[in-house]
Structures are given as structure tokens and as C-alpha cells.
Nanobody, 122 residues
Framework: QVQLVESGGGLVQAGGSLRLSCAASGRTFSSYVMGWFRQAPGKEREFVACIKWSVGSIYYSDSVKDRFTISRDNAKNTMYLQMNSLKPEDTAVYYC???????????????WGQGTQVTVSS
């Protein structure tokens, strides 16, 4: 049973920081690409960042580049998203996901977490 469990969301003021975690279990993700996505009310799910678990290759969307940092801890089988300089437009439910290919398309990700709410107040 593959499980991805996000945590770390919450309410923060604009300019603040949060760190999201995604704990993975049920299989070995060493060959997978792990991604973060977000979805705001009334909007489509949006790519945020991804990391190739085995080699650490990273890619960010333009909207979060230079503010967010994706990382992983192989020993803990956990991925992180450090979010700094948060803006009200970052408000969304954040999801972690796993894919067997290097892609930003959410429909190409095979496994998903349940999501964690991030709310940034102005």
C-alpha cells in the first residue's frame, strides 16, 4: 500500500515561512520523481516543484522559484518544501505526488497525498 502523507500546512502572514513535509511509504521511491502541486479554490491543480529522488535534480515553476526550496531525506523517505516570502496568492491546498517520469503534468503522477492547506494572510 503506497502512502504519501503531507504535513506542515497552516496559516501564516505574508512574508512568512512554512515547511511542508511529505512522508512516503509502501514502496521504494528511489527511481521516482517526487513533486509538489497546489490547488486554489476554483483553479486547476498547478505544478510547484519536483525532484528526482535518486540524483536530486530539481525544477521549479517560475511563480515559486527563488522563494521555495524542494529537498529530500533519503534515510527518512521524506520530501520537503521550504516556502519563504509567502504571498497571499500562494494560498492553496498543497499536494505531494510521485511519478515514474520527469514531468510537470499532474496527470502523469501515479500517487498522491491527501493534501495540506496553506493559507497566507495579507
Amino acid at each position: 500500500q503506497v502512502q504519501l502523507v503531507e504535513s506542515g500546512g497552516g496559516l501564516v502572514q505574508a512574508g512568512g515561512s512554512l515547511r511542508l513535509s511529505c512522508a512516503a511509504s509502501g514502496r521504494t521511491f528511489s527511481s521516482y520523481v517526487m513533486g509538489w502541486f497546489r490547488q486554489a479554490p476554483g483553479k486547476e491543480r498547478e505544478f510547484v516543484a519536483c525532484i528526482k529522488w535518486s540524483v536530486g535534480s530539481i525544477y521549479y515553476s517560475d511563480s515559486v522559484k527563488d522563494r521555495f526550496t524542494i529537498s529530500r531525506d533519503n534515510a527518512k523517505n521524506t520530501m520537503y518544501l521550504q516556502m519563504n516570502s509567502l504571498k497571499p496568492e500562494d494560498t492553496a491546498v498543497y499536494y505531494c505526488a510521485a511519478s515514474q517520469i520527469w514531468t510537470v503534468r499532474p496527470d502523469r503522477y501515479d500517487y498522491w497525498g491527501q493534501g495540506t492547506q496553506v493559507t497566507v494572510s495579507s
